[in-house]
């Protein structure tokens, strides 16, 4: 069967820098002003988050390639409606699967729509986190949908594409809601699936620095979906299954960065344990962050989680007011994010909060309270986002009891998504509403110093990335000849992204006003690991400079010097919303991965080349660079 697996824009996205208007083309491809962007949006509403490719995506797509079918994964989400019409109409897919969140739910009916007009007799399929507990509602709403599953897809994915190969009815899927004679049902529920290692991993057949190595939270954060999407609980594919899937990962990735994305990624801490462990008896190197709780890390735990390659932890911490802490149902407590915050600081992993704004009980006290909070506890960054009441939540449970939100708001209003204070005061919300404005986004607070840095380096007795650290607080001290030496000595030791260490000592040498040495380290980055946001910046500001006579004007060369854990926003599909091959209307055999049939053809490119070219394109002729 052909399966067309595709990810929305949020809504009908006009050309670049142009305004709603009737775009060229059948009726379908219209974009009326309603159609457009919320009233209130403002560039940079949609975080980088929101362009990744859902992670679910990728893994219907391995199991029904794993199953034999001809699979396409494609990433519209940044797509102007007139291309994404293009592509609609090109795809002659029997099967059309999409992944709705709340941001993109307006997208899901607008694309569904464009699909029914252009493939009448095809089969549309919806899942994700916004349409499972809303099932029946999307039917309602959407006309052009047929199918929308709910808990986890996988077997009821293959399930509904095995029916349709055979001709047979979808009606009475488990998991899944659907038509039957103009009425609209909902199925049986589906187990949860038992073991997770019985599922392709995305791995095999996608270059993705996304990764879930496990299903599932305990716990029952008032804000959350996760338990209307896995149930309540926690499963976690194997160590065995994980390691590997990381070496499939490693080996498409040019640049060694992999996010986890686990709803609560320590929850069991042998597993993780042992996991780091094998990481390091396997010998992988690389770069990972993680998510997870503050209350389930210990010392042990933390230093294996470093030395295996941990460079970021992120935590829910919410609110530095233990009224709101409780209100929500976190179930931790100030103290221990503290000892938590301190714990990984000790081992130099940097640690990043997720704060909200306008929880249940929240007060202009207790959003002082969180202010002064983050001052005693600072952590190395923070980032503050709205509460959004999405379905499926208890949130949206008890709004809902109470008589103030009804599921037909996601459907007659265009917001991006429903971001109001659960109860605050108009006094509160004012209040909130100012400092957000300024402090939106992500907010840099702990600087560690060079003894604290020293004090890491000995305690990890050397590791390579520890080093890394303390060389750009040196750098940036000053102390040139001190950070040369360790940065030297971490590419000994193999630091897994030598690029950021090349630019470190690119800006070195720039400070030393050695500009053949700069360039010349630019070039070896450009050849050995060019992809990363910060040298390609630097390369980038380095031409123009050399283009404007900068050494013999005496201008000032000004190059940024960081090495945080950060992901080039490659153009690579199905990763990012970037160009599609020349190829991409033609169907791969039966089984066989999007990349691989993408390179069949002598004009045709495949992701991982795209991504390189993506990267290195800014860095032009690299035989040219050392005589710029």
């Keep these: ?128 986190p916004h349409a499972a507990p809303l099932a029946t509602d999307m039917l309602k709403h959407h006309a052009a949908i047929d199918t929308v599953t709910f808990g986890e897809s996988e077997q009821t994915f293959l399930e509904l594409v095995g029916r349709l190969t055979e001709g047979q009815n979808t009606v009475g899927l488990a998991g899944s809601a659907y038509r039957r004679s103009g009425l609209i049902e909902r199925g049986p529920a589906r187990a949860n699936i038992p073991d997770l290692d019985s599922l392709a991993p995305p791995q095999e057949h996608f270059a993705t620095h996304i990764m879930m190595t496990s299903r599932g939270c305990p716990w029952a954060c008032t804000f959350c979906g996760a338990e209307s999407q896995w149930g309540r609980g926690f499963r976690g594919n194997s160590v065995s299954y994980v390691l590997d899937s990381i070496e499939q990962s490693l080996a498409k990735l040019p640049v060694k960065l992999i996010q986890i994305k686990d709803d609560t990624f320590t929850t069991n801490r042998k597993r993780v344990l042992e996991l780091c462990r094998g990481i390091r008896e396997r010998k992988l190197n690389f770069l990972w962050s993680c998510d997870t709780r503050v209350d389930l890390l210990t010392d042990e735990l933390l230093r294996e989680m470093r030395l295996a390659g941990c460079q970021r932890l992120s935590l829910g911490v919410e609110s530095g007011s233990q009224t709101i802490i409780e209100n929500v149902d976190k179930k931790i407590t100030v103290e221990e994010i503290l000892e938590s915050t301190a714990l990984a600081k000790k081992w130099g992993i940097r640690v990043r909060y997720f704060m909200m704004l306008g929880n249940r009980g929240e007060t202009t006290e207790t959003f002082r309270e969180t ?27 008890s709004a809902e009891a109470a008589g103030w939100l009804s599921s037909d708001v996601y459907f007659q209003g265009n917001f991006q998504e429903l971001k109001v204070p659960y109860d605050a005061d108009e006094r509160c919300t004012t209040e909130m509403n100012a400092w957000f404005r300024g402090h939106s986004g992500l907010q840099r607070l702990h600087r560690p110093s060079v003894a604290e840095l020293t004090a890491i380096v000995e305690r990890t007795q050397g590791h390579p990335a520890a080093l890394v650290d303390l060389a750009g607080a040196q750098f940036h001290a000053g102390e040139l000849d001190e950070a040369e030496g360790l940065l030297r000595r971490a590419l000994e030791g193999g630091f897994p992204a030598p690029g950021l260490v090349l630019n470190y000592l690119a800006c070195i ?69 970037g160009p599609l091959p020349p190829t991409w209307r033609a169907w791969p055999p039966p089984g066989v991965r999007p990349e691989a049939a993408a390179g069949t053809g002598a004009d045709s490119v495949t992701a991982s080349e795209v991504a390189r070219i993506g990267s290195t394109k800014a860095l032009g002729d690299r035989r040219r660079l050392p005589v710029l």
Excluded at 41 to 49: C, E, F, I, S
């Design 371 to 397: 202010l002064a909070f983050l001052e005693r506890a600072r952590p190395h960054e923070y980032i503050f986002s709205c509460l959004s009441i999405y379905p499926g939540t208890h949130d949206f449970a």
């Design 1 to 128: 069967m052909r399966i067309a697996l595709l990810y929305p824009p949020p809504w009908k996205l006009p050309p670049k820098g142009s305004a709603p208007v009737r775009a060229q083309g059948p009726s379908p491809a219209v974009i009326e002003p309603s159609e457009g962007p919320p009233d209130d949006y403002r560039d940079g509403d949609l975080d980088g988050d929101f362009y990744q490719i859902p992670y679910g995506l990728l893994s219907l797509a391995a199991q029904a390639i794993r199953a034999g079918h001809q699979v396409k994964v494609l990433n519209l989400s940044a797509y102007a409606w007139a291309d994404v019409m293009e592509v609609i109409a090109g795809l002659d897919a029997e099967l059309f699967g999409m992944s709705c969140w709340t941001a993109n739910r307006r997208g899901v009916g607008y694309v569904a729509d464009a699909i029914r007009h252009q493939h009448p007799a095809a089969h549309i399929v919806v899942g994700g």
């Design 509 to 577: 040498a720039c400070k030393r006003q050695d500009y053949d040495a700069m360039m010349a380290h630019f070039s070896e980055a450009a050849l050995r690991d060019p992809q990363h946001a910060v040298l390609i910046r630097n390369v980038e500001t380095a031409r123009r400079w050399f283009r404007e006579q900068g050494p013999t004007r005496g201008l000032p060369l000004e190059l940024s010097a960081h090495h945080d854990f950060q992901l080039l926003e490659r153009t690579a599909q199905p990763t990012l919303p």
